[in-house]
């Protein structure tokens, strides 16, 4: 059981009416970045990777997310600053190294 | 930056008495290899190359002095993002060059009252992502609070887990959550906001 196995419960039980459509687009937004950042438990997937098998609009919430979520990472990981050449060795030697 | 506060990240673990040598090879070995990453969210912080420099060397010395409080084959990485991050809040902001920062109380709070969400746009286009380059979202990102981005950071661009923010940043785990979904819906916003400025939703 993870630290958010009890909040994954309730939340996802928030989002779902009776009759089991996606009523709370906003609170499974929040779900679906627990399962994409891999901090949801085993059980907690299970429940979500069923109802995204079975409802279509759960399903294209979260490919969507999943899509856009990859694609900013991916931009922000190809963008990173220059980085001094001389930096590890001004550091090593301000110790003594 | 006190031995005290360094010594939190190590609570319950036995400190280390290396040799010269000894504490030498671990800084080389299991410090130096992060000085990339290190550099990189220091400047995501500062927004200025010197500063940033300045701000890893710092933040090495530190690691330096306190290397006795670190146990080897514990997560490095974590240990010295933590110190960066605590130099940065406690001593580098006094003296930036920067203006002023947002109070991130008021931030928090507001962001995690109940009707923020009204504001907060779930309609961000996946074609509209793709189009934009990496500038364009790296300016976007900037633009939102330091304690917002420095979430973003340490989750999408370093892969830390939320465990190993929550010890970095000293907020509890759930926290670390709610705040990380909050900076991706501010980001988003930013994102769908400047995509309409320039008509990349036509």
């Known amino acids: ?97 | 930056m006190s031995e005290e506060a360094v010594n939190k990240e190590n609570q319950g673990t036995q400190r280390q008495k290396y040799s010269e040598k000894e504490a030498a090879r671990v800084f080389d070995q299991e410090f130096m290899p992060h000085v990339n990453s290190m550099y990189n969210f220091a400047y995501r912080l500062t927004f200025d190359e010197d500063d940033a420099k300045d701000l890893v060397q710092d933040t090495y010395l530190k690691a330096f002095r306190f290397i006795n409080s670190f146990e080897q084959g514990t997560n490095a990485k974590a240990w010295l993002f933590r110190i960066l991050k605590n130099s940065f809040i406690n001593e580098f902001r006094k003296k930036s060059k920067q203006p002023a920062k947002v109070d991130y109380n008021e931030v928090e709070s507001y962001y995690n009252s109940d009707d923020v969400d009204e504001s907060i746009t779930t309609d961000l286009r996946v074609e509209t992502v793709q189009h934009m380059i990496g500038d364009e979202i790296t300016l976007a990102m900037n633009s939102i609070p330091v304690d917002f981005r420095t979430v973003i950071i340490l989750s999408d661009l370093e892969g830390f887990t939320y465990e190993e923010m929550s010890k970095i940043l000293d907020i509890p785990i759930g926290t670390v959550r709610s705040r990380l979904h909050r900076a991706r819906n501010m980001l988003k916003e930013k994102l769908s906001s400047y995509a309409k400025e320039m008509g990349y939703n036509k």
């Not at chain 1, 009759?19 to 499974?28: C, S, T, Y």
């Not at chain 1, 059980?43 to 694609?71: D, H, L, M, P, W």
């Not at chain 1, 190809?78 to 301000?94: C, M, R, Y």
Request: glycine residues 4%.
């Open chain 1, 1 to 97: 059981m993870s630290e958010f196995s009890d909040w994954f419960k309730n939340s996802f039980k928030e989002c779902y009416c009776d009759r089991g459509n996606l009523v709370d687009e906003k609170r499974f937004s929040e779900i679906i970045q627990l399962v994409l950042d891999n901090e949801a438990d085993e059980e907690s997937r299970a429940i979500f990777e069923e109802k995204i098998r079975t409802c279509v609009k759960s399903n294209g919430n979260y490919e969507r997310e999943k899509c856009v979520q990859e694609t900013i990472k991916q931009k922000l990981c190809e963008h990173k600053q220059e980085i001094p050449e001389d930096l590890a060795n001004t550091i090593k030697k301000s110790i003594g190294l």
